[in-house]
C-alpha cells in the first residue's frame, strides 16, 4: 500500500513537472519531447512512471505522439482549458491579460444567470449556505481567508441554482476562480472592499428577486475585472 502511493505521488510530480514547462511556453508547440529514456534518466524515473505521466499529458490535450516524428507539444487550441491542472499551471506562470479576460468574460456570462436562477429557486438550506460564506468573508483576516471564503459563497451561489450542471462547472473551474479571486483581492486597496456587493447579491437571493441578483452579480464581476486591470497599468 504504501509503495503504491509513492509511485502515485512519483508519477504525479513528474505530470506536474512537464506540464508546467508545456503551459509555461518552456517547451513551444511543436517542438519535440526529448526521448523516452534520456528524459527518465534527466528526471531521476523510471520509465514506467514517465510513460503514465506522458498519457495524463496526452489525455488534457498538451502533447501527441507519432509514429515517425515521436512526441510533440501540441498547439494551445487543442489543451483542455478547463482541466484543473491546465488552469493551475497557467495562474502559476502569471496568465496574461488575454486569458483573464476571457475568464472574466466566463463569469459574465454564466455567474449573472447563476444568481437569477438562486433568487428564484434555492432552498432555505442553501441560503444558509451563501449567508455563512458571507460571514466567513466578513471574518476573514487575511487574503488566504478571504479568498476561500469567496469561493465558498460562490459555489453556494451556484449550488443554489439548483442545476447540478451548473455546480459541476464550478468544480472545474475552481482553480482558475480561486487564483482569480485572489489576484483580485490583491490589487484593492482593501481586499475586504467587495464585501458590500457580495452583500447585496445575497440579499437579491434571500428576497427572491432575480434580475436584482443578476445586476448585482454583475457589477461584482465587472469590478473585480478593474481590480486587475488598474494592477496591470502599473508601471514596474
Request: glycine letters at 2%.
Amino acid at each position: 500500500m504504501v509503495k503504491f502511493a509513492v509511485v502515485r505521488n512519483l508519477h504525479r510530480q513528474v505530470v506536474q513537472e512537464l506540464g508546467r514547462l508545456i503551459v509555461s511556453g518552456e517547451w513551444p508547440a511543436g517542438q519535440s519531447i526529448p526521448r523516452e529514456d534520456i528524459l527518465a534518466e534527466s528526471m531521476s524515473v523510471s520509465r514506467t512512471a514517465l510513460r503514465e505521466a506522458m498519457k495524463v499529458l496526452s489525455a488534457k490535450g498538451l502533447i501527441e505522439s507519432r509514429q515517425r516524428s515521436g512526441t510533440r507539444v501540441r498547439e494551445e487550441i487543442h489543451w483542455n482549458q478547463l482541466d484543473a491542472d491546465v488552469l493551475a499551471w497557467r495562474f502559476e506562470s502569471m496568465p496574461p491579460e488575454s486569458f483573464i479576460e476571457k475568464l472574466v468574460e466566463m463569469r459574465e456570462l454564466i455567474e449573472p444567470a447563476a444568481a437569477a436562477a438562486a433568487a428564484r429557486r434555492r432552498t432555505d438550506d442553501q441560503l444558509v449556505a451563501i449567508e455563512i460564506a458571507y460571514q466567513a468573508m466578513a471574518d476573514s483576516e487575511d487574503l488566504d481567508a478571504w479568498t476561500e471564503a469567496d469561493l465558498a459563497f460562490h459555489h453556494a451561489v451556484l449550488a443554489a441554482t439548483n442545476n447540478e450542471l451548473m455546480t459541476s462547472l464550478f468544480t472545474v473551474i475552481e482553480t482558475a476562480l480561486g487564483a482569480y479571486f485572489a489576484l483580485s483581492a490583491r490589487n484593492s486597496e482593501n481586499f475586504k472592499n467587495a464585501l458590500p456587493q457580495h452583500l447585496k447579491v445575497y440579499e437579491a437571493i434571500r428576497r427572491r428577486h432575480p434580475e436584482v441578483a443578476r445586476q448585482a452579480m454583475i457589477k461584482m464581476v465587472s469590478d473585480s475585472r478593474n481590480n486587475i486591470r488598474k494592477q496591470r497599468k502599473k508601471p514596474l
